[in-house]
């Protein structure tokens, strides 16, 4: 049992219950380019590590390897709704 835990493969579809689905906003500080990635895909496609990818979402550390949470004055403003 503890050699299936050693395998990062093997935790990681095992955490799948809890795993965090949500599509974040990434900024690559050097070149300003902007790209809405999961948490897991970041960490495939660019190499961060879990704790750091948790830092950044939950603003413990401003940039990892790069990149950081992309500011909202750079994404604009969200559609407005109008009650009437």
Do not use: C, N
């Amino acid at each position: 049992m503890k050699a299936r835990w050693a395998d990062p493969t093997y935790r990681e579809r095992a955490r799948g219950f809890h795993r965090d689905e949500r599509t974040y906003r990434w900024q690559h500080v050097v070149s300003g380019r902007i790209v809405s990635r999961t948490k897991l895909e970041m960490r495939e496609e660019h190499g961060l590590r879990p704790d750091s990818l948790a830092g950044l979402v939950a603003g413990r550390i401003q940039t990892s390897r790069g990149w950081r949470l992309a500011p909202r004055s750079l994404l604009g403003e969200g559609p407005r709704w109008i009650f009437l």
